[in-house]
């Protein structure tokens, strides 16, 4: 069993900062990218960013340059570092992580269960 457990949402003022974290816990022999998504009422989960194990990172247009995604593997952590933040950026944010399982090393995606984001104009 696999958890993927996010904190650090909240509302915020625009232009202002939040740091979201997410923490994969559970059966893991290693984990692969991990990322972050978005989705708000009536749309798509979108992406936000990506970062693989060996770090490298993909974010999604309309976050370019406002956030930075990190990762500490010895940990199993990925955090979003938003700065800079729009009206448009409220939505409800999900960790998302592949992961390999031990013994079979089959690799699962899994998502965490979603922390809101609400920005203020």
């Known amino acids: 069993q696999v958890q993927l457990v996010e904190s650090g949402g909240g509302l915020v003022q625009a232009g202002g900062s939040l740091r979201l974290s997410c923490v994969a816990s559970?059966?893991?022999?290693?984990?692969?990218?991990m990322g972050w998504y978005r989705q708000t009422p009536g749309k798509q989960r979108e992406l936000v960013a990506t970062?693989?194990?060996?770090?490298?990172?993909n974010y999604g247009d309309s976050v370019k340059g406002r956030f930075t995604i990190s990762r500490d593997n010895a940990k199993n952590t990925v955090d979003l570092q938003m700065n800079s933040l729009k009206p448009e950026d409220t939505a409800v944010y999900y960790c998302n992580a592949l992961i390999m399982a031990p013994i079979t090393y089959s690799v699962f995606q899994y998502w965490g269960q979603g922390t809101q984001v609400t920005v203020s104009s």
């Open positions: 559970g059966s893991i022999f290693s984990v692969n990218a």
């Open positions: 970062v693989s194990s060996g770090g490298s990172t």
